[in-house]
């Protein structure tokens, strides 16, 4: 009886004493091969993969013991999948406590405004941690990829600085794109003039698009659009340089001539009139907002000053006389 009281006790001692050791380790910062150790979380992974992962990255402790910590928690089923980092003074409790809240890594990528569809894409394709899902694909594909078949996709995404988990796919972050830009035109067109020359959203995105390529000073962007309207309104050809451009495409190497005015595209607005069959950049908010509500003037010209701003003229002979000025610097 009394050896069973001793082994009774020295079982218990051994308890308290692993028991001590675990609230220990808990508490003490874990071991990493680098200063950070990041892993990627698929929904459904079981903990004892989540446990191994974390030593695969570069925690230095038994997987085992990870796991047996995730299970005796009672916290192991509210791991949320998502990208985490944990880093050096970080403690097994504090790296379940990520997992359980959420607590996800993010990066940032920032699409600009003039932006085109492609540089859409390949700033997408280089951006810090993002899955790429849509090499590989055509333009229709992504955008049928995005429940919007049949839609040509530039204008179409609203640029920004989008945050993301690591591990989110390109196609997440389009998709956000995406929803905000169509939030952005349906709301500036319900600003629109009854009396405007556009006849749609969609009319109004693509002047948009050549406001923000034609815009070098903001303070300049309602005058702008106030140009293009009233050669709208009169039925005078645009006669814009970056809808020439886009429609020269790969083919134009950073120098327009006159034989580039005279290529014949859907886009060579010297040679048709009204606007080009789709957007030619993905325009901001104040563009937006610049084609649905122009500034009143009666310039039908402009051209660049040569410092971001531009000299508006209501007459041709004006506006020779600042081509003349600003231009050939006569």
Do not use: C
């Not at 859409?120 to 090499?135: I, Y």
């Not at 035109?185 to 629109?192: C, F, G, Q, T, V």
């Not at 005015?261 to 859907?266: F, H, I, K, N, S």
């Amino acid at each position: 009886m009394k050896h069973r009281r001793w082994a009774l006790l020295a079982l218990l001692m051994a308890a308290g004493a692993l028991i001590l050791a675990g609230m220990w380790w808990l508490q003490k910062p874990l071991t990493l091969a680098t200063e950070t150790v990041e892993v990627s979380i698929e929904l459904g992974t079981p903990p004892r993969d989540i446990a191994q992962a974390w030593v695969q990255a570069g925690v230095q402790a038994p997987p085992i013991l990870l796991y047996e910590w995730f299970r005796w928690s009672g916290q192991a089923r509210k791991i949320r999948a998502g990208s985490y980092e944990v880093s050096r003074g970080d403690t097994p409790v504090k790296l379940l406590e990520k997992m359980v809240r959420g607590d996800e890594t993010s990066a940032t990528v920032r699409l600009i405004e003039g932006w085109t569809f492609r540089q859409f894409r390949a700033e997408l394709a280089k951006a810090e941690a993002l899955k790429s899902t849509t090499v590989g694909l055509t333009d229709a594909q992504i955008m049928e990829a995005l429940g919007a078949p049949g839609v040509l996709p530039e204008g179409r995404f609203h640029p920004d600085t989008y945050s993301y988990s690591k591990g989110s796919t390109d196609l997440a972050v389009l998709k956000r794109a995406y929803a905000a830009m169509k939030k952005r035109i349906d709301a500036a067109w319900l600003e629109h003039s009854p009396d405007s020359p556009l006849k749609s959203a969609d009319e109004a995105l693509t002047l948009a698009s050549i406001v923000e390529k034609e815009t070098g000073t903001a303070s300049d962007r309602g005058r702008v659009a106030g140009v293009f309207i009233n050669r709208l309104r009169i039925g005078m050809p645009l006669q814009t340089d970056p809808t020439v451009i886009y429609g020269l495409g790969e083919a134009f190497d950073g120098n327009l001539r006159k034989r580039d005015l005279q290529a014949d595209t859907p886009y060579n607005t010297y040679l048709r009139a009204g606007l080009p069959p789709t957007p030619i950049a993905m325009p901001g908010k104040a563009s937006l907002l610049a084609a649905v509500r122009p500034d009143p003037t009666k310039a039908l010209y402009f051209v660049a000053r040569g410092d971001g701003s531009s000299e508006f003229s209501e007459t041709l002979a004006d506006h020779n006389r600042a081509v003349n000025k600003y231009q050939r610097g006569k």
